[in-house]
């Protein structure tokens, strides 16, 4: 749900008729106080999944929005945090929100489909993004992920089950989905968000192609988040 102090309808509407970077440049300020933004509740059983093993050197977040994820993920890794976003408005809400932790994360404008790493991490995770990717966005994605891994190192994020052709989930996501097309088809500069997209297991084969073994975890959080699934793409 939208907070109080979360964008007004107008603000809303101004971000739609945006560019995808321009769009999140307008709504940074206020991005935390919407329902877009993936609640604690679920990021803190996340990021317990993730680092059940021990902490890492090494890590990177991508699409890492106003840093949410990078708080979480600040605790566990020892030498080397990595922030990527492509929206400098978000950026800076992140480098606010991260300002007291112990030690600095980098916090880089970059576009997560050109990611400028090679080797260098051995954890890259992600959360609530995927709809920005689709098509070949979503190949060059996982291109430069697999790129930016060690060998035997680890992709982890959240994504959910394609809800069945009876929930009414899955049509509110498609129409949502139609308009959008439908926006982009008479708006210019595109703005892409899409839903069910990079859904599980439909994304296990895409990980396959791309040089990942994928597993996936479910029941991180009871109730309405439930179906909520993490998966672990290992580069081979």
């Known amino acids: 749900m939208f907070r109080t102090d979360g964008p007004t309808f107008f603000e809303l509407a101004r971000q739609a008729l945006s560019s995808t970077e321009g769009g999140y440049d307008l709504l940074a300020t206020k991005f935390d106080a919407t329902p877009f933004r993936t609640p604690d509740v679920l990021l803190a059983p996340f990021f317990r999944h993730v680092f059940a093993e021990g902490s890492v050197e090494r890590a990177l977040d991508v699409a890492c929005g106003t840093g949410a994820q990078v708080l979480h993920l600040a605790p566990y890794v020892t030498r080397r945090l990595v922030g990527v976003d492509f929206s400098q408005g978000m950026l800076e809400e992140a480098k606010r929100r ?29 959360a609530g993004a995927f709809g920005h990717f689709v098509g070949d966005d979503e190949e060059r994605l996982l291109e430069g992920v697999h790129r930016a891994l060690v060998p035997g190192g680890r992709f982890v994020f959240l994504t959910t089950p394609m809800p069945p052709r009876t929930s009414p989930a899955r049509w509110v996501a498609r129409s949502f989905n139609a308009a959008m097309h439908l926006r982009n088809a008479l708006v210019s500069p595109p703005f892409v968000m899409f839903y069910l997209t990079f859904t599980w297991p439909e994304v296990k084969p895409v990980l396959e192609r791309h040089g990942f073994e994928a597993t996936a975890h479910d029941g991180l959080v009871p109730g309405r988040l439930s179906k909520v699934v993490a998966v672990t793409a290992t580069k081979r």
């Open 98 to 126: 991260t300002a007291h932790l112990p030690r600095p994360v980098e916090l880089l404008k970059a576009d997560a489909r050109e990611l400028p790493f090679k080797e260098a991490f051995e954890l890259v995770t992600s």
